[in-house]
């Protein structure tokens, strides 16, 4: 997942905004309760979601993947006053975590927390977005591309986690390794869709950044 040597990382981290002390608490805690604690985006991909979603403005925000919640109060940083941001994840387990950090921040009520599987809430949002944050199973990115980018405001921002795979995308892909197949596909089709401009970015595991056109 790290491309780049630990020393120039912390540098990197320590030559960027602070974390803010909710996040901390938060990264911290899942780092100590919940299982995976990689999935978490952490200090220095949390303040680029950050920054980008501050120079976005969005009005209305699509999270698809919560896990435990840090993503999606970086990217609330950036709302507009009464901007909205959804927030979609399978875990009923991870629910209760996830509103428990919300609510003590300071966009507790423009937060919405859907459960379930997100191909069949997207459609019932009923609403155009400005800004998306693809960071849930890999095999749906293409599927979620597609629901999503008819659902978007021109000049939208949708930003894909993952893209890099730990560096699968360059090596051979195994025969039952489905993942990084549509991960390859995915790349494809965001370098080719006349429908957004992107640009992927080194970042942690590969961000993807595509404007809606």
């Not at 990382?9 to 995976?36: C, D, F, G, M, W």
């Not at 680029?48 to 976005?56: E, W, Y």
């Not at 919300?102 to 949002?125: K, V, Y």
């Not at 730990?166 to 051979?172: E, F, Q």
Request: charged share 25%; with cysteine.
């Amino acid at each position: 997942m790290h491309f780049i040597s630990e020393e120039l990382e912390n540098y990197v981290a320590n030559h960027s905004e602070n974390e803010p002390e909710l996040l901390a608490r938060l990264n911290k805690e899942t780092h100590q309760k919940i299982l995976q604690p990689r999935m978490l985006s952490g200090h220095f991909q949390g303040r680029v979601l950050s920054m980008l979603s501050k120079l976005i403005r969005p009005a209305s925000i699509l999270e698809i993947g919560t896990y435990t919640g840090y993503a999606a109060l970086c990217l609330a940083e950036g709302l507009t006053e009464n901007g909205t941001l959804d927030t979609i994840d399978n875990n009923e387990e991870l629910f209760d975590f996830q509103k428990k950090y919300f609510d003590q921040s300071t966009w507790a009520n423009q937060i919405h927390q859907h459960l379930g599987n997100a191909l069949d809430i997207i459609p019932g949002l009923n609403k155009k977005f400005d800004l998306v944050f693809i960071d849930a199973d890999k095999e749906n990115y293409i599927n979620y591309f597609e629901m999503i980018v008819p659902m978007m405001n021109k000049g939208g921002v949708i930003l894909s986690d993952n893209v890099l795979w730990s560096g699968k995308i360059l090596g051979d892909v195994k025969t039952n390794d489905k993942s990084t197949k549509i991960l390859l596909e995915y790349n494809e089709l965001l370098k080719k869709d006349t429908r957004v401009e992107t640009v992927l970015l080194p970042i942690r595991d590969g961000l993807t950044v595509s404007r809606v056109l």
